[in-house]
């Protein structure tokens, strides 16, 4: 699911003077025009961290009437994705888009992996694939850059090592750290799938 913020998430008046942008196209001699940021300037260093904070206190607002939305919404994004499960997943789904429409949060792109789950969700909130999704047919979707096949509900990766240099593979020749690095940094896994595997190369990567 990815959550995003139709109004962007405000920063105070005082604070505003440091996100001033200035600005004068290429007319070199004037003085350039001042434009000041209402919302967190994603391209700042504290942008992603000031909109986390933005997205759990509002959660922990509406933690004495939905505990468990709530502790979803803080522990279980990803950045701007949520990934959860439970028994009563459906109930769970409207709670947290509720609490998240409560701090101007839109939640959108909702899969499940049963119909059921997701049949009180409004339309317009729902994956594409989610809207024509078959329970007999496998797909494979990303979710937090891995691949999920609902009808099977297991996880799988797609590596991407043609960019490595052929006469590795070729004539046996040793690497260097950089190459090293290329190929295990390649490899995203944000829920710590492959750790058993990823630590070798980390492991190598520590010994290069």
Sequence with gaps: MLLRGPMGVKVRKEDRISQWILY????????????????????ST?????????????????????????KDIIDAHYMDDYLGGAEKAAQIINDVIYVHSKGNFEICNWKANDSNISKDVDNRLLADCQKNFDENKSS??????VWW???????????????IDKSLLDTGRK?????VFKVVMSIFDP???????????????QDT
């Design 140 to 145: 494979k979707e990303r979710m937090l850059g």
């Design 175 to 179: 690497p260097s750290k950089r190459e």
């Design 24 to 43: 004068r196209g290429m007319e070199r001699a004037k003085q350039p025009d001042t434009y000041e940021r209402n919302v967190v300037f994603f391209g």
């Design 149 to 163: 096949d609902p009808k099977e509900d297991t996880f799988t990766f797609k590596t991407n090592f043609n960019q």
């Design 191 to 205: 829920l710590g799938f492959l750790a058993n595997f990823m630590v070798q190369g980390k492991i190598l990567l």
């Design 46 to 70: 504290c942008g992603p961290c000031l909109a986390q904070e933005a997205k759990s206190r509002n959660a922990r607002d509406f933690s004495q009437y939905f505990p468990k939305a709530s």
